[in-house]
């Protein structure tokens, strides 16, 4: 079983950043892939970002956060980082921690990949 908790979600002005935690238990996340999911009120769930841990830390994001998000992995500390950079009101979601165990059709933007998630935590962007 893998437990994940999300931290560091806050009320932050446009333009501002932010860096959401997910500490992992259970299992180490350099053997799982790690997805960040956003859902804004009213909205479906939808992909952020991930990092693969089987394949050394292969990076993906969506289109509309690249360049200002980044995904990152500290294996130490059992954690994944979202930090967030040059925040718009339409970032404004509950954001979850997902991990998927491992499998060879692992693509990473589907939720139905990932087997476990945390509790979200919300991310509120003032204009």
């Known amino acids: 079983q893998v437990r994940l908790v999300e931290s560091g979600g806050g009320l932050v002005q446009a333009g501002g950043s932010l860096r959401l935690s997910c500490a992992a238990s259970g299992r180490t996340v350099s053997s799982l892939a790690m997805g960040w999911f956003r859902q804004a009120p009213g909205k479906e769930r939808e992909f952020v970002a991930a990092?693969?841990?089987?394949?050394?830390?292969?990076?993906y994001h969506a289109d509309s956060v690249k360049g200002r998000f980044t995904i990152s992995r500290d294996n130490a500390q059992n954690t994944v980082y979202l930090q967030m950079n040059s925040l718009k009101p339409e970032d404004t979601a509950v954001y979850y921690c997902?991990?998927?165990?491992?499998?060879?059709?692992?693509?990473?933007?589907?939720?139905?990949?990932?087997?476990?998630w945390g509790q979200g935590t919300q991310v509120t962007v003032s204009s």
């Open positions: 990092t693969i841990g089987w394949t050394g830390g292969t990076t």
């Open positions: 997902a991990a998927a165990l491992p499998h060879p059709q692992y693509e990473g933007s589907d939720e139905k990949e990932y087997d476990y």
